[in-house]
């Protein structure tokens, strides 16, 4: 079970003004947004600054496994959509770093954060690409998550977060229907790009539905961000809603989800119906958070070491800025 720094801060919640916490309640039960100048409780600025600046991270880091395939993309049209989704990932950071940045944290804390090993990023990106099926699979599978998880946080009760979640989702949704088309390619292919297809499936399949997080009774975060509205629903909701709606794509595609215990029960969601499926390897999952992921080294290594080399660039943009300053006050 993980403690958090929110746990810790719990109590310290009781020590806030009691008028004020009821009154920013009440607005996040009537779903108002909140802003940047509103007062918020200290665990709210601080659940948010950790969800927001991880989920930057993830874009920023998200750009590594496509990025190595720029390159080896095998035709000049796949290589310019390849190109144009890397960089609307970059975009997707930025936003995102603003974002956490109005809640009073700096960018460059939170980059540091990352390079330190103290923030986290998605365990999906500490996976390798090794075949290009792996970039048909994380358009459909790892965007497709991403989609169904960013979709209610459009709704979220932060409002620079929400407002940047609505670009956002627009463009995952354009990233995930080229990830299925590079699927589709492949599954209607030659019998050995059939099989990189379900290979690459069958490697991407479990580690997408990490993706969503730990189960409920094991998120020490999700109740509490349940009751701010910071999320809209909960880890094992999302995770059912994406095996409902991927299953059906995989059947269509001609490939096979690589889950044994995978069966529809008519019964499940209030009669609606819905997917029973195995269990996931949560071993798996909490070996990856705490940086043990096949890649997570060299994931580092890229984000350090392009830290370093872009230095010149801040240095430059900083001397800038202080002439323009000494300029405009001359
Ligand atoms: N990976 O209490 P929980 C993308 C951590 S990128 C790593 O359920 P919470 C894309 C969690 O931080 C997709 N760590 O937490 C980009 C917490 O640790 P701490 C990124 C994970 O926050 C490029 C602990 O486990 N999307 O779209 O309520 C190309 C307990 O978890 C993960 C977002 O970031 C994980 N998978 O819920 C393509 C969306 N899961 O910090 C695609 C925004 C959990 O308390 N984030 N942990 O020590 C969220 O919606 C929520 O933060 C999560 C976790 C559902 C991810």
Request: net charge negative; proline share 5%.
């Amino acid at each position: 079970m993980y403690t958090t720094e929110l746990t810790k801060t719990a109590k310290i919640e009781n020590l806030e003004d009691p008028e004020l916490l009821e009154a920013f309640e009440a607005r996040v039960a009537a779903d108002e947004f909140i802003e940047p100048n509103d007062w918020m409780p200290e665990a709210y600025r601080r659940t948010l600054t950790r969800q927001i600046s991880q989920h930057a991270h993830s874009e920023i880091v998200g750009m590594l496994p496509e990025g190595n395939w720029i390159s080896r993309a095998p035709s000049l049209r796949r290589k310019a959509i390849l190109l144009a989704k890397v960089q609307d990932e970059a975009g997707h950071g930025l936003y995102l770093y603003c974002a956490a940045e109005t809640l009073g944290t700096s960018r460059e804390e939170m980059i540091l954060a990352l390079h330190s090993g103290k923030a986290k990023y998605s365990t999906i990106f500490n996976y390798p690409t090794l075949t290009w099926a792996d970039i048909g699979a994380i358009g459909w599978l790892v965007d497709g998550a991403a989609i169904m998880n960013q979709v209610p946080l459009q709704r979220t009760s932060y409002g620079p977060y929400a407002r940047a979640m609505v670009r956002i989702c627009k463009e995952e949704s354009f990233h995930q229907r080229q990830g299925y088309e590079i699927m589709i390619a492949l599954a209607n292919g030659t019998a050995q790009q059939k099989r990189m297809a379900q290979d690459a499936l069958n490697r991407w399949w479990w580690p997408s539905l990490m993706m969503f997080g730990p189960p409920d009774d094991n998120s020490p975060n999700t109740a509490q961000s349940m009751r701010w509205r910071i999320k809209r629903e909960t880890n094992d909701e999302l995770r059912q809603k994406f095996v409902d709606i991927s299953v059906p794509q995989a059947e269509f595609l001609g490939l096979t989800v690589p889950d044994p215990d995978l069966k529809w029960n008519e019964a499940k969601d209030e009669g609606r119906g819905g997917y029973d499926f195995g269990a996931v390897d949560w071993e798996e999952f909490y070996a990856v958070v705490r940086g043990e992921g096949p890649v997570a080294k060299e994931r580092m290594k890229a984000r350090r070491d392009a830290w370093d080399d872009g230095a010149w660039v801040r240095d430059a943009a900083a001397a800038y800025e202080a002439k323009r300053q000494q300029r405009l006050a001359a």
